[in-house]
């Protein structure tokens, strides 16, 4: 049996970013896990040139039910004026699915 979870993909220009960012979605209970995938080589056109840039790949892994929040929680607090944001759904083994769902479960205080 597998369930489903939602990655989100994005590029940030340093790893003190990466940390913020991740720290911050993680508080946020947003994510159940945040993966930096290190460092790559960007090459894009950006306001009419080329450009390339050393940039550290993230890795998101949250429930579907989060997933929008979370993109809108990126964009917020990304430093690019336009960042990378991909994102897919992905089947889980169950226990997988089942621990991303609790750890990014909404919690209501009463």
Request: proline share 3%.
């Amino acid at each position: 049996m597998t369930r489903s979870v939602t990655l989100i993909l994005t590029t940030v220009p340093d790893a003190d970013t990466a940390q913020k960012l991740a720290s911050a979605v993680l508080d946020a209970r947003l994510a159940a896990c945040v993966t930096e995938l290190g460092t790559v080589r960007s090459t894009y056109h950006w306001q009419g040139k080329r450009e390339t840039s050393n940039e550290v790949q993230m890795l998101f892994k949250t429930s579907t039910a989060r997933s929008l929040e979370l993109e809108s929680f990126i964009a917020a607090h990304h430093p690019y004026d336009v960042p990378e944001l991909l994102s897919w759904q992905t089947a889980a083994s169950e226990a997988y699915g089942q621990w991303v769902a609790a750890e990014t479960h909404r919690t209501v205080h009463v």
